[in-house]
Nanobody
Framework: VQLVESGGGLVQPGGSLRLSCAAS????????MSWYRQAPGKEREMVATIFGASGRTNYADSVKGRFTISRNNAKNTLYLQMDSLKPEDTAVYYC???????WGQGTQVTVSS
C-alpha cells in the first residue's frame, strides 16, 4: 500500500485548497477511504470518509458544509476540497484506506493571514 498526499500550502482564512491522495498497491475502488488531520500538540482526527461501494460520505462536525471528499476510481485518487478555511484547520492532512494500517507522509495545510 502506498499513499501520496499533495496539494497543501499556505492560504488565508476564507480561502480554498484541494488535496489529492494518489493510492497504489491495492484495489482502490473497493475500499473505504478517509482523510485525517493532526494539528500540533493534538491527536490525529478523522475529517471525512467516503465508502467504496456506495460512495456515501461522512464528515466530522467541524468541517461539515465546508469540506467535500470525493474519489476518482479510474485514477486511484482521493480528493478533499476544502472551502471557507479557518485557522483551526491548520494541520498535516493524511489519507488512509480504512482497512489498512499504512499512512502517507501527509501534506501541510496552514491557514493564516
Amino acid at each position: 500500500v502506498q499513499l501520496v498526499e499533495s496539494g497543501g500550502g499556505l492560504v488565508q482564512p476564507g480561502g480554498s485548497l484541494r488535496l489529492s491522495c494518489a493510492a497504489s498497491g491495492f484495489s482502490f475502488s473497493q475500499y473505504t477511504m478517509s482523510w485525517y488531520r493532526q494539528a500540533p500538540g493534538k491527536e490525529r482526527e478523522m475529517v471525512a470518509t467516503i465508502f467504496g461501494a456506495s460512495g456515501r460520505t461522512n464528515y466530522a462536525d467541524s468541517v461539515k458544509g465546508r469540506f467535500t471528499i470525493s474519489r476518482n476510481n479510474a485514477k486511484n485518487t482521493l480528493y478533499l476540497q476544502m472551502d471557507s478555511l479557518k485557522p483551526e484547520d491548520t494541520a498535516v492532512y493524511y489519507c488512509k484506506a480504512v482497512l489498512f494500517d499504512d499512512w502517507g507522509q501527509g501534506t501541510q495545510v496552514t491557514v493564516s493571514s
